[in-house]
């Protein structure tokens, strides 16, 4: 079998060959391979100056100040760095966070470890077009409330939350705004000089760069204290001990410039194949796309094919990879959390498909996806009897299942 | 996730899909599982005079393993008496296919449609 076509890109990227290239040369003995906390040698030095001039690179994305970027092991850590940090820091102003039902793992699962501490979490319904309602979070804040952390683009859906318009917020109530943009960044703009956010998660690997590398960007102006989460060498000034893996700095920063210089002409492309994605399914029965399409990144397409099973349809088109909002194969049989929140019946739920496309997709994939989802849906439908009772006019919500 | 060659074969070329109408004296309907669940079987037997089953149809919505799970049964039974056909075990389902223990369920969706339709069509016999 001939490795399936891509469209993954949310999950991963693959590293860019430039990016690659690069990072080859911070490894063996006649590359630069010294530990960049080496004060009283060359091999330190160097090492140094790659990993500064990579912190340079990716705070020129953000519009940052290259003193404010932690180097982290990847978003999951910088998540985790921001949360648990500042909820820890600042525990004696009050114990009350806020996030957003939507939101990834790391830092839901974040804010549960911080409930079984003693801290306080609200958890925010998105509208139902997955964007969060700045009333609603108005009126969620409290005096005691210390944190709020919402992301900038949602991995599943792929819409872009008001951050600028959140940030304001927050910071009239002097409570301190976390966001994670690992999805985001790329391929939104991100100005830290405009934008009132004072802690910011990004990915290497979501960005054409390498897995296991990540960053907290940390304010400065005004200044945002984290507790310490790793101990050891005092490494990032005190905020993140390890010896930072050069290697993976240097492909970081490396793929962040490149994002700078190509971002622009690379979301005009993929936004123009997303397009063409959406429209070649335009004449279909029971398409929807899941959160709103106007307020979303480029690359991103969630639709639900009403009245067919996702891992089924998975299954029927293996030439392809996709992922699924079903969860036919975890133990739990729930679909996703994410679709579920934004108020999507279970049947869409798990009839769910995550297009996401990249740097690498071309035209043709984009028509031979359009022909292939049309010809196997088609087949699956004539086997769904949720698709005959659909056509009988029976409404589905008024049969009595026995969930099993 | 890997699928056993039977699940593909099965995935690939469902025996017996279809409907039946259900209005049909000797029709037997069973339709088990959920759409919150992720799986939906639709089995429909037809009995001939002597107690057997002459023909079985099915429709399912659910992964790869419900569709090769139902669509199995539905070979399984043709030709068998209802008390023969009431016995198939969700293990020999699960067996024959090499579900993995996450699709365990499938197999016993597939053994709940079978019974739920035989018991359709004894409620059908007694009430004419």
Known sequence: ???????????????????????????????????????????????ETAVEQARADVAALINADA????????????????????????????????????????????CRQLEREGFEVTYLDPQEDGLIDLADLEAAMRDDTILVSIMHVNNEIGVIQDIAAIGELCRSKKIIFHVDAAQSAGKVEIDLQKLKVDLLSLSAHKVYGPKGIGVLYVRRKPRIRIEAQMHGGGHERGMRSGTLATHQIVGMGEAFKIAKEEMASENKRIHALRDRLLKGFEDMEELYVNGNLEQRVPHNLNL????????????????????????????????????????????????????????????????????????????????????????????????????? | MAYSDKVMDHYEN??????????????????????????????????????IIEDAKFKTYG????????????????????????????????????????????????????????????????DS
Not at chain 2, 20 to 44: F, I, K, Y
């Open chain 1, 1 to 47: 079998m001939s490795s399936p076509i891509y469209l993954d890109y949310s999950a991963t990227t693959p590293v860019d060959k430039r990016v690659a290239d690069k990072m080859c040369h911070y490894l063996t003995m006649d590359g630069t391979f010294g530990n960049p906390a080496s004060r009283s040698h060359k091999y330190g030095w160097d090492a």
């Open chain 1, 67 to 110: 003193k404010e970027i932690v180097w982290t092991s990847g978003a999951t850590e910088s998540d985790n760095l921001a949360i648990k940090g500042a909820a820890h820091f600042y525990s004696k102003r009050g114990k009350h966070i806020i996030t957003a039902k939507t939101e990834h793992k790391a830092v839901l699962d974040t």
């Open chain 1, 304 to 404: 639900s094919f009403n009245f067919v099973e996702g891992e089924s349809l998975l299954m029927a088109i293996d030439t392809l990879a996709v992922s699924s909002g079903s969860a036919c194969t975890s133990a739990s049989l729930e679909p996703s959390y994410v679709l579920r929140a934004i108020g999507r019946n279970d049947e869409l739920a798990h009839s769910s498909i995550r297009f996401s496309l990249g740097r690498f997709t071309t035209e043709e994939d984009v028509d031979y996806t359009i022909k292939l989802l049309k010809e196997k849906v088609e087949k699956l439908r004539l086997l769904s009897p949720l698709w005959d009772m659909y056509k009988d006019g029976i409404d589905l919500s008024t049969i009595e299942w026995a969930a099993h």
């Open chain 2, 14 to 51: 469902p025996r017996n899909v279809g409907t039946m109408d259900n209005d049909e004296s000797g029709v037997g309907t069973g339709m088990v599982g959920a759409p919150a669940c992720g799986d939906v079987m639709r089995l429909q037997i037809k009995v001939d005079e002597q107690g």
């Open chain 2, 63 to 126: 992964c790869g393993s419900a569709i090769a799970s139902s669509s199995l049964v539905t070979e399984w039974v043709k030709g068998k008496s209802l008390e023969e056909a009431g016995q198939i075990k969700n293990t020999d389902i699960a067996e024959e296919l090499a579900l993995p223990p996450v699709k365990i369920h499938c197999s016993v969706l597939a053994e709940d449609a079978i019974k739920a339709a035989i018991t359709d069509y004894k409620e059908k016999q007694s």
